[in-house]
Nanobody, 117 residues
């Protein structure tokens, strides 16, 4: 079993920044893709950012110029640096890990981010 621990989100003013962290523990497969999805109120789940174990990152179109995902493999941790936050970034952010070559996903419980003045 893989366990995922996410850092707390929070309330941020528009234009502000916030960094989320996500750490894996348990029976970890090192060849995995990790990342974040977001579920905004009234919207479908949206891919925000992913990163491979080799460090290749991919971003959703709504965040690609504002968010940065990084990874530390020995610590089994990823970070999502979110800058220039907008009200539409509000939502619950879910960290995931996917084993490469399989359909196996592990999900965190989600952390809430609210962007509001």
């Amino acid at each position: 079993q893989v366990y995922i621990a996410e850092s707390e989100g929070g309330l941020v003013q528009p234009g502000g920044s916030l960094r989320l962290a996500c750490t894996l523990s348990g029976n970890i497969f090192t060849n995995n893709i990790m990342g974040w999805y977001r579920r905004a109120p009234g919207k479908q789940r949206e891919m925000i950012a992913t990163i491979t174990s080799g460090g290749t990152a991919d971003y959703g179109s709504s965040v690609e110029d504002r968010f940065t995902i990084t990874r530390n493999n020995p610590r089994n941790t990823i970070w999502l640096q979110m800058n220039s936050l907008k009200a539409e970034d509000t939502g619950v952010y879910y960290c995931f890990s996917k084993i490469v070559g399989t359909a196996t996903y592990y999900w965190g419980q989600g952390t809430e981010v609210t962007v509001s003045s």
